[in-house]
């Protein structure tokens, strides 16, 4: 159990909220959040105060950090009104694509910790990777990998060129894992399955080979092999994933054009 400190969470959406049910399970003593939608004012409660605007932060509340979970879109917009705090509180932005100098420009400076979550975090299995920025004491860093560490796993990169890659593999992940699901369940029913069977199936086959995977020291390698018996019905199937180096390719170029994007997005 870590002591939180004084939490700005400026942007109260899906990730937003889910870091907020983070703090609250890590006892978090008094936050405030700042989100115009309707649906923020939900996340209102012990110690957490929501309001619509910048303007309304009570005049007496000292953040400690400010997190930036707004879209990307929003931030040349939303940012400068906290440059009042870039003096004294750590910035954590999980907002894709903005650079620590992109939003230090925009904040005025500051100590900022840029960082790259994924979806799973609203169920605390997130994997998030974090970049720090000059200025950011190891104090900071400290509590930056506290904060981002309620939703899951943290890792750090000293190189925020790598992030980029990172928004392909870990940000985008659960979608080629969800895409993986679909397919299983088209093949299902393409084969002769009802299509009740077929979903049930390719979603307890992913959420089970996941619970596996957490469960066991093996490597995913290993998990592998042990499914598939040489000659047998799996080693028929991988063959054909397989053919050409298809699938490893086809994956890895996949990862290129991603990161490529991020690339591009990026500023
Ligand atoms: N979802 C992912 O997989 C993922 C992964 C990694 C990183 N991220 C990053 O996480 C950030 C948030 O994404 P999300 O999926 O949580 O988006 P979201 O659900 O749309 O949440 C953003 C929230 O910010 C509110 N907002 C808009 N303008 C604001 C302002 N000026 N001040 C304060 N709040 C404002 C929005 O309200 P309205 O709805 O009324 O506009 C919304 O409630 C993004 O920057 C994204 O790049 C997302």
Do not use: H
């Amino acid at each position: 159990m870590i002591a939180l400190p004084n939490l700005l969470l400026v942007g109260g959406g899906r990730m937003g909220s889910a870091l907020l049910a983070g703090w609250r399970e890590q006892g978090l003593s008094q936050a405030v959040v700042v989100d115009p939608s309707e649906a923020a004012r939900a996340l209102a409660g012990e110690g957490v105060t929501v309001v619509a605007g910048a303007e309304d932060i009570p005049p007496g509340f000292v953040p400690e950090a400010v997190v930036l979970a707004v879209k990307p879109q929003s931030a040349a917009s939303a940012l400068p009104a906290y440059g009042r705090f870039a003096g004294t509180a750590l910035f954590i932005s999980i907002m894709a694509g903005k650079t620590l100098a992109g939003i230090g420009a925009l904040l005025g400076g500051g100590a900022i910790v840029r960082a790259m979550p994924n979806t799973p975090a609203a169920v605390r299995q997130g994997v998030t990777v974090a970049c720090a920025g000059q200025g950011v004491s190891a104090a900071q860093r400290g509590l930056a990998g506290a904060l981002l560490g309620a939703t899951g796993a943290v890792a750090w990169v000293d190189e925020e060129a790598l992030l980029d890659p990172v928004t392909a593999i870990s940000g985008g992940g659960p979608a080629y894992v969800f895409l993986l699901t679909e397919l299983m369940e088209q093949a299902a029913t393409a084969l002769g399955l009802p299509a009740d069977l077929a979903r049930l199936m390719a979603r307890q086959t992913v959420i089970g080979s996941a619970a596996l995977m957490a469960a066991s020291a093996e490597t995913p390698e290993a998990l592998r092999v042990a499914v598939t018996s040489p000659g047998g019905t799996t080693a028929e199937a991988l063959k054909v994933l397989r053919a050409d180096d298809a699938w490893p390719k086809n994956f890895l170029e996949a990862m290129k054009a991603a990161t490529e994007r991020s690339r591009a997005l990026s500023g």
